[in-house]
């Protein structure tokens, strides 16, 4: 009986030690990846205002600073929040090392008491002579012994009570240093907030600026919206083409089961990776999103996106994001060339593209370049349409791709 409460004691004891090395584990692996996070959006802060500088040296292109501008607000909220989130881990570490240290002060009390009563009984008892006489009364050879071991205890726990002490102390300096260095670390997120603020108040004043210098290119806006209206339509129609071309493939197709399979199981393989597909470009920032939106921050133009834009670095390539086949190539007027690249029943769009690196028919595969993204040189971008579909039903890149 006695065996069997011990196994499940010592059972329970390591599955609790398991759980909180678990946690121990999980919270260092998140911390890790939140940093990871915090540092890639850094870089893309970085690369958007690369990217502006760019646009504001060719001048009259106020439509893309202006996208710009609204990704470098949204990504410095981001940053922003993610600063705020790091300090209340700051100020939580911070209170568990206050408690720590008021907890090692209180033991460091203790023993100051316990050894100052040690203390006290070694003056009154300082004699030498007296430890021997102490032994030398004893009425029994049991009673010698066990004064003897009494005598040897106290003079053990003296010396363990000054190494407790010393102990204490190193461990309340330590606490002290690691608290300090933390409350720097606040200040720093402070200061850094405070700047990223200051930023953001600085973006948004030049946002509202531009707004209203737009005011005076009216016929301008609405002449750039409705040839991104005309382009998306040419996607649109080619979408439909290739849909149209899969359906009566599978139609004359001799073993139409046999066809539909390969097209459904490639299809699958594609949704599977859904959240984990790479991104079209190795860098690049998001400026205008998926859906309606209101051109130039202007209420009475609005537009559709079909997918995401996508503004990268000069001479930047996209790339497949899974493997498939390309099959189109098409030009559109007053734009670069479009690549559609087929996987299964879906198909990845690539459009304003410049010099490619892929041809008709060709198989590619994940992470394989397509071409180089088309460099406007008057409005000094560089900027990738991509858009994703279902069959002829068009879908929010941003949730396939990876985060």
Partial sequence: MKAGIVRYGLIFIISMFSVLVFQQSSAEKNKASLEQKKSKLEEEISLTNRLLEDTRKKKGNIVQELNLLNTLIRQRDLLVAKLKNDMEDIDSEIRVKTFRINESRDKLEQRRKEYAKLIYIAYKNRDANMDLMYLLASESLT????????????????????????????????????????????????????????????????????????????????????????????????????????????????????????????????????????????????????????????????????GIDIATVPGAKARAVFDGVVTRIAGIKGTGRTVIVKHGNYFTVYHNMGKLDVVLNQQVKMKQAIGEIFYDATKGQSILQFSIWNMNKNENPEVWLSN
Wanted: proline share 1%; with cysteine.
């Fill in 143 to 306: 009673q010698l012994f066990a004064r003897y071991e009494y005598l040897v205890q106290y003079r053990a726990n003296r010396l363990s009570s000054i190494t407790e002490i010393e102990r204490l102390l190193v461990i309340i300096g330590e606490e002290i240093v690691g608290l300090e260095q933390q409350r720097s670390k606040v200040m720093e997120l402070e200061d850094r907030i405070a700047s990223e603020r200051d930023k953001l108040i600085a973006d948004q004043a030049r946002i509202d600026r531009m707004v209203k210098n737009l005011n005076l290119e009216e016929k301008s806006l609405k002449d750039d919206l409705e040839k991104k209206r005309r382009e998306m339509k040419e996607i649109e129609n080619l979408i439909a083409k290739e849909v149209k071309k899969i359906l009566e493939e599978e139609s004359k197709s001799n073993n139409f089961d046999k066809v539909h399979a390969e097209n459904k199981l490639i299809s699958d393989k594609f949704n599977e990776n859904k959240g984990r597909l790479p991104w079209p470009t190795e860098k690049g920032v998001v400026t205008c999103k998926f859906g309606e939106y209101d051109v130039a921050n202007r209420n009475n133009l609005e537009a559709i996106n079909l």
